[in-house]
T-cell receptor, first 112, second 113 residues
Framework: GEDVEQSLFLSVREGDSSVINCTYT??????LYWYKQEPGAGLQLLTY?????DMKQDQRLTVLLNKKDKHLSLRIADTQTGDSAIYFC????????????FGTGTRLLVSP | NAGVTQTPKFQVLKTGQSMTLQCAQD?????MYWYRQDPGMGLRLIYY???????DKGEVPNGYNVSRLNKREFSLRLESAAPSQTSVYFC????????????FGSGTQLSVL
């Protein structure tokens, strides 16, 4: 079945870049996503990339996809304390591509 | 717009009790999902419904049943609650097809004693 893995923690200083990594197993994935969860809240979509793309940039966010290695990364430039949250990658697969499977989440802590 | 509404927000059950978590969306979305979130485990898919009238198992369906009552509502039932089902439950919906955005409810914190 599908499996999506992430490291559990990342700590950076304000102003530095953060890179959060994710690996997945389903080679038929169509879309790959990054979600952000702040304490006590649901998940909000940050950005996504279609499986035929290598890179997508959206303001401070850069998503890189290595389809051969099934590796996805999210780079946050000029990380701010407000970026402290849990970040989830997710892949879309399943019958009719309706099944969204999430990774374990990476807790990002940004210190001043 | 209310978006995705989950009830209740908090619930405490005793082992063996049953309950139903309710979820409704007012965005005319086709696909609806139930996830559970546990520390260090991320979100795990329990069941999903790609369209009205269909349901499919996710990663962790055991101990749960679902009903897609109509296009708006997708309920999750625990027939005989166990302590291992203590978790935060999230309902989500998306329009389906190639639209990528998943909208989440605010979650239900469930404790089974």
């Amino acid at each position: 079945g599908e499996d999506v893995e992430q490291s559990l923690f990342l700590s950076v200083r304000e102003g530095d870049s953060s890179v959060i990594n994710c690996t997945y197993t389903d080679s038929s994935s169509t879309y790959l996503y990054w979600y952000k969860q702040e304490p006590g809240a649901g998940l909000q979509l940050l950005t996504y990339i279609f499986s035929n793309m290598d890179m997508k940039q959206d303001q401070r966010l850069t998503v890189l996809l290595n389809k051969k290695d099934k590796h996805l990364s999210l780079r946050i430039a000029d990380t701010q304390t407000g970026d402290s949250a849990i970040y989830f990658c997710a892949e879309m697969g399943g019958t009719g591509f309706q099944k969204l499977v999430f990774g374990t989440g990476t807790r990002l802590l940004v210190s001043p | 717009n209310a978006g995705v509404t989950q009830t209740p927000k908090f619930q405490v059950l005793k082992t063996g009790q049953s309950m139903t978590l309710q979820c409704a969306q007012d965005m005319n979305h086709n696909s609806m999902y139930w996830y559970r979130q546990d520390p260090g485990m991320g979100l795990r898919l329990i069941y999903y419904s790609a369209s009205e009238g269909t349901t499919d198992k996710g990663e962790v369906p055991n101990g749960y049943n679902v009903s897609r009552l109509n296009k708006r509502e997708f309920s999750l039932r625990l027939e005989s609650a166990a302590p291992s089902q203590t978790s935060v439950y999230f309902c989500a919906s998306r329009i389906g097809g190639t639209n990528e955005k998943l909208f989440f409810g605010s979650g239900t914190q469930l404790s089974v004693l």
